[in-house]
């Protein structure tokens, strides 16, 4: 619409230029017809009264008088030329004694003698203003040429150039007032229209997979909103359903999984657990004096096995069932320190640039990141390499960054998206649970885990707390 406003505008305003400029190239074209027309007529009398022969030699003594009058009542200045171009006679005196005005160019008379209507026009502009000046053949009684009618014409239009300025003036003020008015229907119009397509816009920036999500009602929709209204609350509708079917699905692959993991672990102790007894079995002697020395190896073995069954599935249990969150405010810092205290390695460093980080914690989960992190940091050293581990506690801002450092093996590009997986490891024993369990903890607190990796050089893991937490 304002669009449109403007070419409108435009095209008026252009098309009343031309429109303008036309009017006035036909105004004075046609005035200076009449005033040619005239001077001839008058000049023809004039001819027609004299008693001295109608010779171009006697066209200055004709005219010495006449001249004057008949430009003083047709209120037109003109000259008389001979058929060469020199200046005879002009009805201005100065004019007479302008030496570049006493001879006409050739290509006037060149013009004036090719043209079948006997009559030229020049076209020029001087000073500012459109210049025409008609050249037309005065004859005798027989129509014979004997000079040459030099009609200048100045056209002036001062007048309706100001008329035009002011018709543009007012022109421009009415279509300002209609863009106003434009632009303001434009804007309500808008409003009216893009309303409900703005309600189905923010309903679906707000749909959320993880979440039940709201169907859309508008009050008297039009066809094509209610269209649109309909489609959404239907996918809707199919995305709850889809969201269903594939959480469903999730749970189920998951547990497979697990209980797939489970079997494996369960079933590597039960293996020489079994081989134990068949071998017991088979070289058991009530009468060997050395019975019981067996039987203690025997069942020490069977404890060691039972043992690591258990603590497959007290892993497990952690990892399945995280204990709720209690916040209380810790220093991060004493805290830590606190969790490396049950490590007996002395090549375990602690480093901390402040006394006290206070934050939101909960004591028991932080500890198990910090004792995982460590744990994992001792696995990776390769025995070959001399040990180095260091743990550090920082503060940036609103969190509170710790790190643990180690010279270990390092971590490959490949498994750099799966090293937070449940059951994912690189290591030849252990279930891999260890940082999937730290990732979920550091995401309940809306926290953040990376790593940066170099083989064979080490591997630094950073997580980072919000120091307050809403949960």
């Not at 009609?151 to 300025?165: A, S, V």
């Not at 009216?192 to 979440?211: F, G, V």
Request: a negative charge; aromatic letters at 8%.
């Amino acid at each position: 619409m304002i669009l449109l406003v403007l070419i409108a505008s435009v095209l008026i305003a252009g098309v009343t230029i031309y429109q303008s400029r036309e009017r006035n190239s036909d105004y004075h074209e046609i005035r200076l017809d009449k005033k040619e027309e005239q001077v001839k007529q008058s000049v023809s009398n004039v001819l027609k009264r004299t008693t001295y022969p109608q010779t171009t030699e006697n066209l200055p003594h004709i005219f010495r008088e006449e001249i004057y009058q008949i430009a003083e009542v047709l209120s037109a200045h003109f000259n008389i030329y001979d058929l060469d171009g020199q200046l005879l006679k002009s009805s201005r005196p100065d004019f007479e004694k302008a030496l570049t005005s006493n001879c006409l160019d050739a290509e006037v008379l060149n013009n004036l003698q090719a043209s079948l209507e006997r009559r030229y026009i020049e076209r020029n502009s001087a000073a500012g203003d459109k210049y025409q000046a008609s050249y037309t053949y005065i004859t005798d009684g027989k129509f014979k040429p004997i000079g040459i009618l030099n009609l200048p014409y100045y056209e002036d239009n001062t007048f309706n150039d100001m008329e035009l300025r002011e018709f543009l003036i007012r022109l421009g003020w009415v279509y300002f007032a209609m863009l106003i008015i434009a632009i303001g229907l434009a804007y309500f119009i808008t409003k009216y229209i893009t309303r409900s397509l703005q309600t189905i816009s923010d309903m679906m920036n707000k749909t959320d997979l993880t979440k039940r999500n709201e169907k859309i009602y508008i009050e008297n929709p039009s066809e094509e909103i209610g269209k649109l209204v309909d489609s959404y609350n239907d996918m809707i509708d199919e995305l709850e359903q889809s969201a269903a079917k594939l959480a469903r699905s999730e749970r189920e692959q998951a547990w497979r999984e697990m209980a797939k993991q489970v079997a494996h672990e369960i079933k590597n102790p039960l293996t020489p657990m079994r081989l134990s007894v068949q071998s017991f079995e088979r070289k058991f002697d009530s009468t060997d004096p050395n019975v019981k020395d067996k039987v203690g190896e025997y069942s020490k073995t069977l404890i060691q096995q039972i043992d690591t069954m258990s603590n497959i599935a007290s892993a497990f249990s952690n990892f399945a069932k995280m204990p709720a969150q209690q916040n209380e405010t810790l220093n991060v810092v004493k805290i830590v320190k606190l969790a490396l205290d049950i490590f007996n390695e002395d090549y375990i460093h602690f480093l901390a640039e402040e006394q006290e980080i206070i934050a939101k914690l909960d004591r028991t989960q932080l500890i198990r990141v910090i004792t995982n992190l460590v744990k994992n940091a001792i696995q990776a050293i390769p025995e070959s390499v001399t040990p180095r581990i260091l743990v550090s506690v920082s503060s940036e801002k609103e969190s509170v960054k710790i790190s643990v450092a180690d010279n270990g093996v390092g971590i490959a590009d490949d498994h750099r998206e799966k090293v937070f997986e449940p059951k994912f490891t690189t290591k030849t024993s252990g279930m891999g649970l260890g940082l999937g369990m730290v990732s979920n903890i550091v995401d309940t607190y809306n926290g953040s885990i990376d790593f940066t990796s170099q083989i064979n050089k080490g591997t630094v893991f950073t997580v980072k707390f919000p120091k307050e937490n809403n949960l």
